[in-house]
Nanobody, 128 residues
Framework: QVQLVESGGGSVQAGGSLRLSCASSVVNTDNFNCMGWFRQAPGKEREGIGYIYTRGSGTYYVDSVKGRFTISQDNAKNTVYLQMNSLKPEDTAMYFC????????????????????WGQGTQVTVSS
């Protein structure tokens, strides 16, 4: 059974950095074709913030994180990363990684129904 496990969350001051990891068990990440990062702030709906094509390296970011966040991958470790720089208090949220189904050939996107597997989330708190 595919499992995605996030790690790396924590508390930082505004302007700081964190790197989140999302490790895939059982299946190599390039089998998914697309993996995304999402976040959910208290009292708000979960939102997609970016994705990566795991068989290539193309990425996409929403405007609110563009230029500050970077998604990358290490296929040898079956891990996708979210490097977060210049963090702001409004980045405070539970962060989730998710993947397309195994063997997917669909075009990447951030619609949540496209993602088949989800991690348990890791908390990021940014203080001012």
């Amino acid at each position: 059974q595919v499992q995605l496990v996030e790690s790396g969350g924590g508390s930082v001051q505004a302007g700081g950095s964190l790197r989140l990891s999302c490790a895939s068990s059982v299946v190599n990440t390039d089998n998914f074709n697309c993996m995304g990062w999402f976040r959910q702030a208290p009292g708000k709906e979960r939102e997609g913030i970016g994705y990566i094509y795991t068989r290539g390296s193309g990425t996409y970011y929403v405007d609110s994180v563009k230029g500050r966040f970077t998604i990358s991958q290490d296929n040898a470790k079956n891990t996708v990363y979210l490097q977060m720089n210049s963090l702001k208090p409004e980045d405070t949220a539970m962060y989730f990684c998710a993947s397309f189904p195994v063997g997917s050939t669909r075009v990447c996107g951030l619609a949540q129904y496209l993602f088949n597997y989800w991690g348990q989330g890791t908390q990021v708190t940014v203080s001012s």
